[in-house]
């Protein structure tokens, strides 16, 4: 690195809270809330709409976007360059919303609304599917969310510094600009269409092909009542999203399973490949240190 030239923004650091969660499995469950708080933004909403593949190759799409966001906990020195390749990506995406409004995707309130939306889901999220934060975790998170905001390139005079800030910025947001975008009710929709999976081995990708249509109705129900039921109650209601007390009973009773079950799978089920590989890392290195 040249003298005097700035130096790219690290990852959130090893052990820390991102560092424990963003690759366990669980945090796949918690993706689709949100995306959907995403895309209830009118302008994020006509970008996905009239730009993203979702429809077209939606495993792909969301494998792409899973490997993304892991580069940025554990991708080390490649996680600014991710930051970079996105910045570039979304440089074309721009048109017209649903009031007639001009948007941009690396508009500062439009690109930090997309990050700043997974620091609620996790705040929800992390109740049912872990445990609850304590004040210092959720600060730690806060923190280590901001850290990955630098990787994407969102200035901190973009974001707000601190929880105290955060939680009226993100209250003013569903009040004032969150609504049931087209995606959204397409994204919640049963009844949507979805290929089956293209990627795998190939046994396995004939044999989906053949029981998609037993298999795609229950899936999609099951994925539209997990992301309500993981989607913040405040962002719910500013949404229109309904969501009933048999559905919280019936989420609870899922979670529960899940809190016991996923903590004692062996880490190769347990936490995502490139999480596993990031933590076999650490151990080497630590275990290098304290040889030393």
Known sequence: MADGAARPPEPPPVGGV??????DVRALLMLPAALTLQVA?????????EHSVFRTDPWGRGERSLRSALLW???GEAAAEEGRRLRRLHRTI???DAHG?????????HYAWVHATGFPVYHHGLRYLHRPLSEAQERQLYAEWLQVGRILGIHDRDMPQTIEEFWPYYRTMLRDELEATVVVRELLDPAQPVPPPDRGPL???????ALWPVILPRLARFRSFLTVGLTPPDAREAIGLAWSDDQERRLRRFTRVVRLVVPVLPERLRYLPMAREARRRARLSGAARRAR
């Open 203 to 209: 046994p396995l990708r004939i044999l989906l092909r």
């Open 101 to 109: 409004r001009r948007y941009h995707a690396l508009t500062p309130a």
């Open 18 to 23: 991102l560092w424990s969660i963003a690759g």
């Open 41 to 49: 933004h009118p302008a994020v909403g006509a970008g996905v709409d």
């Open 73 to 75: 906990v554990y991708g």
């Open 94 to 96: 721009q048109g017209t």
